[in-house]
């Protein structure tokens, strides 16, 4: 692959348009797992990146383990694929405070489908920067290499029960920006928003897995400035069919 925009699609722009999404509930497609170009991983290591209040946690400071993983398959070729994150929260993570007055404990459910052909503005891309100064994407995060990433619409359940029927959410398999520690930085910098050169924060040589989904209205006590968020993370990829053509690391 080169690290341009190998299947990019048209319309992607921050973060905050993925809650307009869906006017309605669609009809659930089935995710393609046949024939080449298809994306198919596990991840482990999960941990919840911050919460109310600071939903990024750079310093790693109220970054923290749950049990659970993650399982996608995305065929970019034919606009389909299927995200399902199951997790539970630990003494270690304590609950999981999604907004000023909803937290979650237990056992989470989070499924994410698509189609890109019958939802309106969801999306697959393959091979491509996203966050810092690329343009694609705020930058929440620091310029990152993804070998995929999709946004559209996620249902939350909790201990059975969907809290979040239907959010925007937003999906990313890339190189890896969390150190053990939790912290993004690059030898004693932490990242911020505000730094003008927001490359360097990466190892290209680790993968990672990130889903966020948050709502669309405002609320300034929180960051980013939205009344609901939560931001997940896995350490650990197991990639078990990628397209032919994928390097692993990438390479430019």
Known sequence: MTTGMKKLVAGIGTLAFVGA?????PDAPEADSHGDGV??????GARIIGGYGDNFAYDGENVRPLNGHVEATINPEAGTG???IELETTPQSGSI????????SGKIRIVQ??????MNKARIAEDVFLHGNTGNEAPVMPKIYNY???????QIFVNGEEVVPMIGSHTM????????????AKGGQVYSPKLQDKTGFTNPQETAFHFVAHTTEPDKNNFPPHT????????DVEVMQKPADASIPYTE
């Open 21 to 25: 999404m869906v006017a309605a509930r």
């Open 39 to 44: 994306w198919k991983i596990r991840a482990t």
């Open 82 to 84: 299927e995200v399902v």
């Open 228 to 235: 609901g968020w939560i931001h997940l993370h896995f350490d």
């Open 113 to 118: 489908k698509l189609n890109t052909e019958r």
């Open 97 to 104: 405070r999604f907004s000023d007055d909803k937290s979650w």
């Open 173 to 184: 398999f890339t190189e890896q920006a969390r150190q053990e520690n939790g912290k993004i």
């Open 148 to 154: 995929f990433a999709t946004w559209g619409p996620a």
